[in-house]
């Protein structure tokens, strides 16, 4: 496997000019407050969905017609896109200057409109067996059958509203914009929160009223990003030009993403169809659990992922290696210190988390603690996903696919395997303990081929100081959750002001443990915090 160079270019030769590197820190509290607030409202969708509709056969039927979809969508949005189109874009105005940047988002653009076409309307056609294909065990069932078809044939045009914000995404992020794109699915959530609250009466079958608050928000979320492009970017044109070598180098990297995708997406399939096999309802408490964990580590990883992709691109379009693996370390070092502790607050104070969030209307108290438990086994998850999230980014930005395609069937290899054996003692809770397995097996795999890739100057030693440190500083943290875990009456839920009391309180004093405890060790990030608020406090 070869190298990368390690060599700085030499000053007779300057590497080509790309576009403005982008403020790292600036990019990634932008990111962050952006998807901290849509995922808050995602929670808050999740919250109103399950209190609608309980766990049962609605419930399942309508978090199926919604996966079918967001499985989709992976192969024409999301990371693929961005993470095809940011370098893309970077070598073209390295190259050839704004015309060119701007004529590359043009064809771009209407090659992705034309996809989407193709690929909406033949999931529309192709409802029936997209389904059987997700819960075929639910052949037996053919009006629960016939509703789930129904349902995902109305949220199909969803994966094109959701590709059409990726690509505004890619040349948002671009010229150093984050904050409208990553609060944008949050307008998603608010059409279904409306829905689950409002309208629901409106309809014979109340779980319609969701299909079409989602298809709202989705196309309202398309429109909140017209501002803020033609501020930073100008108008997007759509042009038409298959023989242009940028845009077929563009397809080239799509077609190994979509084949990346296919491994995720086989991966999410084997693990519906495991879900959808075990007792009613488990689905539903399968999707919930992964949602919180969601919340958890999505604010971070996605934030820092953002902010890294556009600066390590810059760096291997200019050969600046040494910026490259400090712009890496940075990341990596920021992402331990926050979600860490995450981690650990869904392993120690998950029986909280899921009452407080959960535990209204139909949702009981069964449910909660089958929530609960499938939560615990998923907190090594949430370490595993968001590292994996950050160093695809590495490898967009390397536009090294090929490795992405091993790990990524390695992984469904890994995650079907175990999720296999434990489901038939452990249920719910095996399909969560598979999917941490897995995806911390692929972790740790994408390290070690990183390392082989850069060699020392990958600088991963100089990490296990720094993530030592903070994982010491995560002991008296963790303490403290599981003491306040014990003071609540959970089974109440948010109607007791008690628990409100003790919740609140077991956040607060325990993120004080943990800040404490990260200064006296001598965590870089805590120290950075302080010296910053001196420095203020001195003006």
């Known amino acids: 496997?070869?190298?990368?160079?390690?060599?700085?270019?030499?000053?007779?030769?300057?590497?080509?000019?790309?576009?403005?590197?982008?403020?790292?820190?600036?990019?990634?509290?932008?990111?962050?407050?952006?998807?901290?607030?849509?995922?808050?409202?995602?929670?808050?969708?999740?919250?109103?969905?399950?209190?609608?509709?309980?766990?049962?056969?609605?419930?399942?039927?309508?978090?199926?017609?919604?996966?079918?979809?967001?499985?989709?969508?992976?192969?024409?949005?999301?990371?693929?896109?961005?993470?095809?189109?940011?370098?893309?874009?970077?070598?073209?105005?390295?190259?050839?200057?704004?015309?060119?940047?701007?004529?590359?988002?043009?064809?771009?653009?209407?090659?992705?409109?034309?996809?989407?076409?193709?690929?909406?309307?033949?999931?529309?056609?192709?409802?029936?067996?997209?389904?059987?294909?997700?819960?075929?065990?639910?052949?037996?069932?053919?009006?629960?059958?016939?509703?789930?078809?129904?349902?995902?044939?109305?949220?199909?045009?969803?994966?094109?509203?959701?590709?059409?914000?990726?690509?505004?995404?890619?040349?948002?992020?671009?010229?150093?914009?984050?904050?409208?794109?990553?609060?944008a699915p949050a307008v998603i959530s608010m059409g279904v929160i409306s829905a689950a609250l409002f309208f629901g009466d409106f309809f014979a079958e109340p779980v319609y009223a969701l299909v079409w608050g989602t298809l709202i928000g989705a196309a309202l979320h398309v429109l909140i990003h017209l501002i803020p492009l033609g501020l930073y970017w100008g108008r997007v044109g759509i042009g038409w030009d298959p023989s242009s070598p940028r845009l077929r180098a563009i397809a080239v990297e799509m077609s190994k993403v979509i084949a990346i995708g296919l491994f995720a997406q086989v991966n999410l399939l084997v693990l519906q169809q495991l879900a959808t096999s075990l007792p009613r309802g488990s689905l539903t408490i399968y999707r919930n659990s992964t949602q919180l964990t969601d919340l958890a580590q999505g604010i971070v990883a996605v934030a820092i992922g953002s902010a890294l992709l556009p600066n390590i691109s810059v760096s291997v379009s200019t050969k600046d290696w040494g910026r490259f693996r400090a712009e890496l370390a940075r990341a990596l070092r920021l992402a331990a210190f926050l979600l860490i502790p995450a981690a650990v607050v869904l392993f120690a104070f998950g029986t909280p988390v899921t009452a407080m969030l959960f535990r209204l209307g139909k949702y009981t108290w069964d449910d909660v603690q089958r929530t609960a438990d499938a939560l615990k086994y998923l907190s090594p998850f949430v370490l595993g996903v968001a590292g994996t999230n950050i160093l695809k980014k590495v490898y967009f930005a390397l536009e090294d696919r090929g490795t992405l395609l091993k790990v990524g069937a390695f992984g469904v290899a890994l995650t079907g395997g175990i999720g296999w054996t434990l489901i038939g003692f452990m249920e719910v809770r095996g399909l969560a303990l598979a999917l941490s397995i897995s995806t911390v097996l692929q972790l740790s795999a994408y390290l070690f081929l990183l390392w082989r890739r850069l060699g020392a100057d990958l600088g991963l030693g100089a990490l296990a100081g720094p993530m030592s440190r903070i994982a010491l500083a995560t002991v008296p943290f963790g303490l403290a959750l599981a003491l306040f875990a014990g003071l609540g009456d959970w089974e109440r839920g948010p109607e007791s002001v008690e628990n409100w009391v003790v919740a609140g309180g077991g956040f607060a004093v325990s993120a004080l443990v943990y800040a404490v405890a990260a200064w006296l060790v001598g965590v870089q990030e805590v120290s950075a915090v302080i010296g910053l608020v001196r420095r203020r406090l001195g003006r």
């Open 1 to 183: 496997m070869s190298s990368l160079p390690v060599t700085e270019p030499p000053a007779e030769s300057p590497a080509p000019a790309a576009g403005p590197r982008v403020h790292f820190v600036r990019a990634f509290l932008s990111s962050a407050l952006a998807t901290g607030l849509s995922r808050v409202l995602g929670a808050a969708r999740e919250v109103s969905v399950a209190a609608f509709l309980g766990v049962g056969e609605a419930s399942d039927a309508f978090n199926l017609a919604w996966t079918i979809p967001n499985a989709f969508r992976r192969f024409v949005a999301d990371e693929g896109l961005t993470g095809a189109m940011i370098p893309a874009l970077a070598r073209a105005e390295a190259e050839g200057g704004k015309e060119e940047l701007e004529r590359l988002g043009a064809t771009t653009f209407g090659a992705l409109l034309l996809a989407n076409v193709v690929l909406v309307g033949a999931g529309v056609i192709g409802a029936p067996w997209l389904v059987l294909l997700f819960a075929p065990t639910w052949r037996e069932d053919p009006e629960h059958l016939a509703q789930a078809v129904s349902m995902t044939r109305l949220m199909f045009p969803f994966v094109g509203m959701v590709s059409i914000v990726s690509f505004y995404e890619g040349l948002l992020n671009y010229r150093g914009h984050f904050f409208v794109p990553k609060f």
